[in-house]
């Protein structure tokens, strides 16, 4: 086994250090390595020294010890925003997520230099975004930190990925399965037309009638709407996350409730004499710059409907649990919905109890057809009997 020395010493300041030395098994000479200011910091290099040894892996050693470049986790950060923005594939909705989480780690790490951040610097912080918020949000955080790992690692401001070895936390208890029944939904869009958003109504139908996400909702132009189309109009919703197309006819809740926004949105810009910048969006503002977020309004509402720890998104869970309780299946779910695979639509379909209620009804109906009443039993028995005098004669 390799021969790797850690040795305890004092500066001038009077700091502590901890210099970590091996013992070359060619030269049996001892060789300087680094030096750090942590003892398990020392204690992580030795451990990795060994290994290193052990396997002849020298060339690593000897990278290792080069001076790295003195960048600073926010210049890691920046070139990583360029790469981000240079990527035609991504979307701006995610590029936008990405700059937000990456901006949120920049607090805690920007000035310090890269090579100095440590797997328990990450660890840490990971941890603590974990216990103020949630394993998701944590797990964005982690994500970026991994990518500006990767970025440091290829730019030469550290020769190892401290995030490497990191996990994700386990999302699984924290997958949301809220929706709501028909009278909730009902009164949430009564309460949503008194509020100053106008806009609200016709979103909430879409994303319950629809399960259009908050992103294909807002996305929306005069040219994926057609009122006219066969009496009842259609609709075609384009989902960026995984690039899916889907059209389907409008319902008339939706319908009235989008004729309704436009009128109102026309006339106002009419009343305030603001003209159009001649976007297409249907959900924008009277100059014509789109709605990017309606939290406010959101929440206003849902406070108004007596309802709780409710998300727009949910709204997708509530149009799968709705049609799987009106009759459809999973299949026909997904295609409607627009998910990829069906195990996905299944997160999605709650089985509550009004619809356990109605395939238990039909099982009992199924049962039913097959008893006999006593009286039915007593004909049989009797017809029976007739027919065994008959032969015996």
């Excluded at 436009?262 to 503002?285: A, E, V, Y």
Aim: aromatic fraction near 10%; charged fraction near 35%.
């Amino acid at each position: 086994m390799a021969t790797v020395i850690i040795q305890k010493r004092k500066g001038k300041t009077g700091r502590t250090s901890y210099g970590v030395y091996y013992k070359d098994p060619f030269t049996t000479r001892r060789k300087y390595f680094k030096t750090y200011y942590r003892l398990k910091d020392a204690r992580r290099a030795a451990s990795w020294l060994r290994d290193l040894i052990d396997n002849g892996e020298f060339v690593e050693i000897e990278k290792s010890r080069r001076r790295p470049h003195l960048l600073t986790y926010s210049e890691v950060c920046g070139a990583l925003r360029r790469k981000w923005e240079s990527r035609r594939s991504l979307s701006p909705k995610t590029l936008s997520d990405y700059r937000y989480w990456l901006a949120k780690t920049e607090r805690e790490f920007g000035e310090k230099l890269f090579f100095e951040l440590t797997h328990d610097d990450i660890d840490t912080y990971r941890g603590k975004v974990e216990e103020i918020w949630s394993k998701v949000t944590a797990n964005r955080h982690l994500f970026v930190i991994k990518q500006a790992c990767k970025a440091a690692v290829a730019h030469r401001a550290a020769f190892t990925d401290p995030a490497a070895d990191i996990p994700y936390f386990s999302e699984k208890d924290h997958q949301r399965n809220r929706f709501i029944y028909p009278n909730e939904l009902w009164n949430l869009l009564r309460v949503s037309r008194k509020i100053k958003a106008k806009y609200l109504p016709s979103l909430i139908c879409l994303g319950a009638e629809h399960g259009a996400s908050k992103q294909e909702a807002l996305s929306l132009t005069e040219d994926d709407v057609n009122f006219d189309f066969m009496v009842r109009g259609s609709i075609r919703f384009f989902r960026t996350k995984n690039n899916r197309e889907r059209t389907e006819f409008l319902m008339p809740e939706t319908k009235r409730e989008m004729m309704t926004w436009l009128k109102h949105r026309d006339w106002m810009r009419k009343r305030k004499k603001i003209s159009s910048n001649g976007s297409k969006l249907i959900f924008c503002h009277l100059d014509g710059s789109p709605i990017l977020r309606f939290d406010a309004a959101w929440r206003k509402a849902c406070s108004l409907a007596g309802i709780e720890n409710f998300h727009f998104h949910d709204l997708r869970h509530t149009f799968c649990s709705n049609m799987l309780t009106a009759g459809a299946n999973l299949k026909d779910i997904k295609d409607m919905i627009g998910h990829d695979d069906i195990a996905m639509t299944d997160r999605y379909a709650h089985l509550d109890l009004s619809r356990k209620l109605l395939l238990q009804e039909r099982l009992a109906e199924h049962y039913s057809t097959g008893r006999l009443s006593r009286e039915d039993i007593g004909k049989m028995e009797q017809e029976i009997r007739v027919s065994a005098r008959k032969k015996a004669k």
